[in-house]
């Protein structure tokens, strides 16, 4: 007579491996991944992030010269593109400076990308390969609004929520480190007349890793001269916040999900968007700071997305929620309340 089978002693079910990406699907990615190439490149040449400065010198006074100017827009913005093609294929100097920003932002979105990616093939997790969003230069400042991918199949686990969603921003922000500290090394030095000298409409404020690495090798970032590979570096650091953000369905919402379960995460996310949509109006009023908006926006969208809940429940072991504490470190060291200051 057999001994009967206890059911834990089973083989747990894992789902079969999810499929490969057809030539067609690769072919479509990296068409957008080319694209966003080229448009980050040409962004890379233009300002805010590149020498040449296209801003009109002269701002219309009249509401008769504001809408002359806004039927001529089109116009002025195919001939400012049509201006940078030519710089950036007859000027060496140029094409190095807009390709030095395009490969170091793409490295950084690339590797923040893949790490979900190659996280979701682990746990055996359908995903999308990631989809580059291309956007035209100056008006997506970077050439990009970055990338993504779309899980398609159920969350075996909450441990599986977990280490999918902080695997990208971990791994952008170890791609990142090399690049900002090649901007740093490389960056140069303006005297406070140069500054003083210089019309620019927009300023970056450093985030506290920039600061942190310019105080290690006794660089003063205020008279620093921004260039490819800076702020590339302070693109990725804020891309990298705000999706460690705990809100809905960014990488930061997974984690909290996956530490503190679902009504934590539930409201980490409207307090998120209510400390943003105040720190938004502060910004405005006494730093000339508009950019909090734009993240309230997305923290409002967010919050009201649901997360998908996993099949099982059982909570994270000791070793992910150090990781966890690591993540909370990153965003800190990336996020900056008023990233762009008008001057």
Not at 256 to 283: D, N, P, Q
Request: proline residues 9%.
């Amino acid at each position: 007579m057999t001994e009967p089978q206890l059911f834990d002693q089973y083989p747990v079910y894992e789902p079969p491996p999810p499929p490969r990406p057809t030539l067609r699907t690769w072919l479509k990615h990296l068409l957008l991944l080319v694209i966003t190439f080229f448009t980050a490149t040409i962004a890379g040449t233009l300002y805010p992030f590149g020498p040449y400065n296209a801003i009109p010198a002269d701002d219309p006074q009249t509401l008769g010269q504001f809408f002359e100017f806004l039927f001529a827009l089109p116009t002025l913005y195919g001939a400012l593109i049509a201006n940078a093609l030519m710089r950036l294929y007859a000027d060496p100097t140029n094409l190095v400076y807009g390709l030095s920003f395009s490969v170091s932002l793409l490295f950084i979105l690339i590797c923040h990308e893949m790490g979900h990616y190659i996280a979701c093939r682990i746990y055996r997790v359908d995903a999308t390969l990631p989809f580059f969003i291309p956007t035209p230069p100056m008006i997506g400042p970077a050439g990009t609004f970055g990338a993504f991918i779309k899980i398609l199949s159920p969350m075996p686990s909450r441990k599986a929520v977990f280490d999918i969603g902080v695997a990208g921003p971990i791994a952008g922000f170890l791609a990142l480190i090399p690049v900002a500290l090649i901007g740093l090394a490389t960056m140069k030095t303006v005297t406070p007349q140069q500054i003083a000298n210089t019309e620019s409409l927009l300023v970056f404020s450093d985030p506290l890793l920039m600061k942190l690495f310019a105080a290690i090798f006794g660089i003063d970032l205020g008279l620093g001269e921004g260039n490819a590979f800076y702020f590339a570096a302070w693109v990725g650091l804020l891309v990298t916040a705000l999706n460690l953000i705990p809100s809905g369905q960014l990488d930061g919402g997974h984690a909290i999900y996956a530490v503190l379960g679902e009504k934590v995460h539930y409201w980490t996310g409207r307090i998120a968007f209510a400390v943003m949509a105040v720190s938004a109006v502060i910004g405005l009023l006494y730093f000339n700071s508009p950019s909090g908006f734009l993240i309230a926006i997305i923290l409002g969208v967010m919050m009201r997305l649901r997360h998908p809940q996993p099949v099982d429940q059982t909570p994270l072991d000791a070793k992910r929620k150090l990781i966890a504490f690591a993540t909370l470190i990153i965003f800190v060291l990336c996020f900056v309340p008023f990233p762009i200051r008008i001057s």
